[in-house]
């Protein structure tokens, strides 16, 4: 008889959602779209929605710079796709300037008020429910995103500061059509969810969301962004939106979060090095800490890279293939559950990515059997400080922005306010986030030794945002791309970009493949028929299987043969666009 298992996986997804954890997709599945793979010439912007490509676009054709572009599609995403990100959260973006052949991190993570210690989520000696903290001002971080735009841009920007804002004012002042998948996820979060504020603008009087094709204007946050763009991000980090967003996170409802004007005006951007290693003929490029996906992805590339995976679409998703990298992403996760923190306030170990280390790492591997959950490992340097057990629980929002601009500079930028619609409050026309939600619950494990990720004055919480670019032997860039997902986020990457390397998939093929990864114990399989075959071949290989929406959003731009192409996740409604 077929597992029950084996059954969900061939269940719709509205059906599957009923059924699994909600913490694990917050941001549902929606259904697919059609998405065909994109060319152009000149330049290219992937996003994960169309009229937030069509701005980024609008700047390149300007002759706008790939931040220019990534700064346009922001804003506007904001607007669109309000419960993925905005300038209530942060983002990690990764750039490569061929002029200079440099390749730059810029973290714009958020970060803990002067206020918030280790027992932040605790209560009465056990951490709060999860979607009590959430909720609260407990969970809301200082906001990165708008002070890393304009970092960025003084770096690299080509068009005026003011001119990037336009589309997204354009469209708060004259409201956008919302969407099926923008009505779905307010009906499934609920009125009651919200602060009256964003209850307000998201639902009508009698509580219900407002229809698909409504037109949705937000006057509000249109003023907020004419201030951004006249006095820069002092007009955010100070001033009448500052207090706007203090006066949020102390009346949030719950627990008030002790957020300060000072906690405002002192953020900073960090410029870290990227994270780089070689994978076949490639070299691939990611973030490292206070993020966990560059490591993650990293070592789960290295891990497997002497397995044959085969080399074809024909052979894309083999069981022999999908049994191996579940495997090394087992030992992956395990690494950085332990080790990953923020660098400025934990060790991370320098020899998570020693090739001795992984080499008996790799050792665990049984080509032909499952582990279980395999412990975390004592790579060189872990020995400087102890870690505990975590007890993180990362939520699935996030989106995700790839661009190519007509000079060869690269982008990939992961933008996040943490879980669907953030934390659910509200501060001058726009949504805060719970980021802080990301760090680990509970502060000690159960032998009393800290967690690398608990909470602290001024930290960032881990993440596993993982914008990555790809270039080949002569580092030309040959795929720019990331996803949203949560701790997912890890999977979906590797999935992409291990169809595109080892199974010769072009971008959309990628994009689309069918979901699949483990994060320390279960393999688990995207819901839906396809998904079935492979969940049959796997069982001699002894994997428990959890099916699962795995809505994930990747956005892609890659070259190749002179050409541009782009990528849309099917399971968003985004769009790659170019000339």
């Given at each position: ?146 002070r890393l735009l304009e970092e960025i841009h003084r770096q690299h920007g080509k068009l005026a500061w003011a001119k990037l804002f336009e589309p997204a004012i354009r469209l708060a002042e004259e409201g956008f059509e919302v969407s099926p998948r923008l009505n779905l996820l307010l009906h499934l979060e609920g009125a009651d969810s919200f602060v009256p ?208 601009d007509a000079d060869g500079n690269a982008l990939s930028m992961t933008t996040t306010i943490e879980g669907a619609f953030g934390s659910h409050n509200w501060a001058a026309g726009f949504l805060l986030n719970n980021e802080l939600t990301d760090f680990s619950l509970r502060p000690v494990d159960a032998d009393g030794q800290p967690a690398a990720n608990a ?125």
């Amino acid at each position: 008889m077929i597992g029950v298992g084996v059954a969900m996986l061939a269940m719709p997804g509205a059906a599957v959602a009923q059924l699994l954890d909600p913490r694990s997709q917050p941001e549902a599945a929606s259904g697919y779209g059609r998405h065909k793979l994109a060319t152009a010439n000149r330049h290219m912007v992937s996003a994960a929605n169309a009229r937030a490509a069509e701005a980024g676009r609008e700047m390149l054709r300007q002759g706008g710079s790939a931040i220019d572009a990534a700064i346009a599609t922001q804003l506007v995403l904001n607007i669109v796709e309000p419960q993925s990100s905005g300038i209530g959260g942060g983002a990690f973006i990764l750039y490569w300037d061929k002029a200079k052949a440099s390749l730059q991190v810029y973290d714009g993570r958020e970060t803990a008020p002067a206020s918030a210690q280790p027992d932040r989520f605790m209560k009465d000696g056990k951490p709060m429910p999860f979607g009590e903290a959430v909720r609260s001002g407990l969970s809301i971080g200082v906001p990165g995103i708008v002070r890393l735009l304009e970092e960025i841009h003084r770096q690299h920007g080509k068009l005026a500061w003011a001119k990037l804002f336009e589309p997204a004012i354009r469209l708060a002042e004259e409201g956008f059509e919302v969407s099926p998948r923008l009505n779905l996820l307010l009906h499934l979060e609920g009125a009651d969810s919200f602060v009256p504020a964003a209850r307000r603008y998201f639902f009508t009087e009698d509580g219900a969301p407002v229809a698909v094709g409504h037109l949705l204007k937000n006057p509000e946050f249109a003023k907020t962004l004419r201030a951004i763009a006249a006095g820069g991000s002092e007009a955010f980090y100070s001033g009448e939106i500052a207090q706007a967003i203090v006066d949020a996170v102390a009346s949030a409802p719950t627990a008030a979060g002790g957020m300060t004007l000072e906690d405002l005006s002192n953020y900073q951007v960090k410029q870290r090095a990227p994270l780089c290693i070689t994978y076949r003929a490639y070299e691939v490029c990611g973030v490292g800490a206070p993020s966990s996906g560059g490591i993650a992805v990293a070592q789960t590339l290295k891990l497997i890279e002497p397995f044959t995976l085969g080399d074809s679409p024909d052979v894309a998703l083999g069981a022999p293939a999908v049994h191996l990298i579940a495997e090394a992403q087992k030992l992956a996760f395990a690494d950085r559950n332990r080790y990953i923190g923020d660098p400025e306030f934990v060790h991370v170990p320098e020899g998570m990515l020693d090739e001795a280390y992984l080499a008996e790492r790799r050792k665990l591997i049984d080509p032909k059997s499952a582990a279980d959950r395999p412990p975390a490992g004592k790579p060189p340097g872990s020995e400087r400080q102890s870690f505990g057990v975590d007890a993180t629980v990362e939520r699935a929002g996030t989106s995700h922005i790839s661009i190519i601009d007509a000079d060869g500079n690269a982008l990939s930028m992961t933008t996040t306010i943490e879980g669907a619609f953030g934390s659910h409050n509200w501060a001058a026309g726009f949504l805060l986030n719970n980021e802080l939600t990301d760090f680990s619950l509970r502060p000690v494990d159960a032998d009393g030794q800290p967690a690398a990720n608990a909470v602290g004055p001024g930290k960032r919480p881990r993440s596993s945002m993982s914008p990555t670019i790809v270039f080949d032997a002569q580092r030309n860039v040959e795929a720019v791309l990331g996803s949203p997902g949560g701790s997912r986020i890890i999977l979906y990457v590797l999935k992409t970009l291990i169809a595109m390397i080892d199974w010769r998939m072009d971008a959309q093929q990628a994009a689309d493949l069918l979901n699949f990864g483990s994060q320390g114990h279960a393999l688990e399989l995207e819901v839906g028929w396809r998904a079935v075959p492979l969940a049959l071949a796997l069982r001699p290989f002894g994997h428990a299987i959890l099916p699962s929406l795995m809505t994930s959003g990747v956005h892609i731009v890659g070259q190749r043969n002179g050409q541009l192409d782009g990528a849309a996740d099917i399971r968003r409604e985004g769009a790659a666009l170019g000339d």
